[in-house]
């Protein structure tokens, strides 16, 4: 058993991320408990502090993926401030940083400095490319590591354009990755008394999401082409509209398809040549959907997700976004938490999905200021506040709090 929801609560993380990918692994951190060290540039701060949508002046996806950690503000042009983070790394357990290839070892920021002032540091680097590869000094957001990586040419309408997803699946994917790495690199701390260093690329994490398309290629049924609503080995498996919006159908097994002809008072179907095994659905899965369709228009879709559940059809009706957020689900299983913003006031955030001992991860604060917490931290290393103040006067520290 976990001693408490929070089984990081000793570890610091300090945390020179931009963005989406790297932030969502802090903010995965800081959830479980680590203290997150959020190293902003002065006078600036994270990029996504600019970014629409704002209430009251305050980035809505900023606020999204930095609640629970702690803001300095620091100009890491000065050597002072250089020596900050010195010093910051002789308390840190874990370096994350998301910065253009080599930029961080410019700044002499790097790991090989690091690790001579803390061996056991656990230092992660994100990237759109990776380090040695030809396009390592391009510039990459979620859009392109998509469009790089495959998915977006395997996503969409068949007779369609590539698609992008709606939100930023890739940084995510590459977060929950990089969390992983994160984690294993603590275990091997704790075994070996060594920390290490792990590069991850936004790229490389797209490309293990779309694995099947690989074996597609080595078996010769690769199509090169986008599937859509269908999926391309078993059918039915798709969306599908109604009177009021759409479900998902997933008729997976023979006796499934049977129920489901059964169940829309098609039993036709069953026989059908076109349709009498798999195979035979997936050659015809074009018109197989139209005449679906044709049936599933006529319910509403609580109404079809009610009768096919109750043969054994696994079914579900597609929730536009706000009732997925305010679902009876979603309040029954803490999905979300309102918690205090400040500039903003009450806000609902999600909570992280892992649950210890059926404890969610209390969201303590809401996302810090820029340079909110740039005193506090500075004390908890050993600085006195007449250096503190120095530090601001010589604009080495900063607390714009914006």
Request: with cysteine; glycine share 8%.
């Amino acid at each position: 058993m976990f001693k408490s929801n929070k089984p990081l609560e000793n570890i610091k993380v300090l945390d020179f991320t931009i963005a989406l990918a790297g932030v969502y692994v802090s903010w995965q951190l800081a959830d479980m408990g680590a203290e997150v060290w959020k190293v902003e540039k002065y006078g600036v701060g994270d990029q996504s502090r600019a970014w629409a949508p704002f209430i009251n002046g305050m980035s809505t996806l900023y606020t999204s993926y930095n609640k629970n950690k702690k803001s300095i503000e620091l100009d890491l042009r000065q050597e002072k401030g250089k020596e900050i983070i010195y010093n910051m790394v002789k308390k840190a357990d874990v370096v994350l940083e998301n910065f253009k290839s080599g930029s961080i070892d410019k700044l002499g920021l790097g790991y090989d400095k690091l690790k001579e002032i803390n061996p056991k540091i656990v230092f992660v680097s994100l990237s759109g490319f990776g380090k040695n590869g030809p396009l390592a000094k391009l510039p990459c957001y979620d859009a392109i590591a998509a469009a790089r990586g495959g998915f977006a040419a395997s996503n969409g309408d068949k007779k369609g354009s590539p698609m992008k997803a709606a939100n930023a699946n890739c940084d995510t994917l590459t977060g929950t990755h990089a969390l992983n790495a994160v984690l294993m690199g603590l275990y091997n701390v704790r075994k070996t008394g060594k920390g290490s260093y792990i590069d991850i690329a936004m790229s490389d994490t797209v490309m293990v999401s779309v694995a099947e398309t690989i074996i597609d290629y080595f078996t010769g049924n690769y199509q090169g082409t986008r599937f859509g609503n269908n999926d391309r080995f078993i059918a039915p498996y798709g969306i599908y509209e109604t009177r009021d919006g759409w479900v998902v159908i997933i008729a997976d097994t023979e006796d499934k398809w049977k129920a489901f002809c059964k169940a829309l008072n098609k039993k036709e179907w069953i026989t059908n040549p076109k349709y009498i095994n798999n195979k035979s659905r997936i050659e015809n899965v074009e018109e197989l959907m139209r005449e679906i369709e044709k049936v599933t228009i006529n319910y509403k879709r609580k109404e079809l997700e009610k009768i096919l559940l109750e043969v054994g059809v696994p079914t579900s009706e597609v929730l536009p976004f706000i009732e997925a957020y305010t679902s009876e689900h979603a309040n029954k299983t803490n999905c979300t938490s309102m918690v205090n913003q400040d500039k903003v006031g009450l806000m609902r955030f999600y909570n992280n999905p892992l649950q210890f001992d059926n404890k969610i991860c209390e969201i303590k604060t809401g996302a810090p200021l820029l340079g909110a917490n740039s005193r506090e931290i500075l004390k908890k290393i050993g600085y006195t506040d007449e250096k503190i103040d120095e530090l601001y006067e010589k604009k080495v520290l900063g607390s714009s709090l914006i």
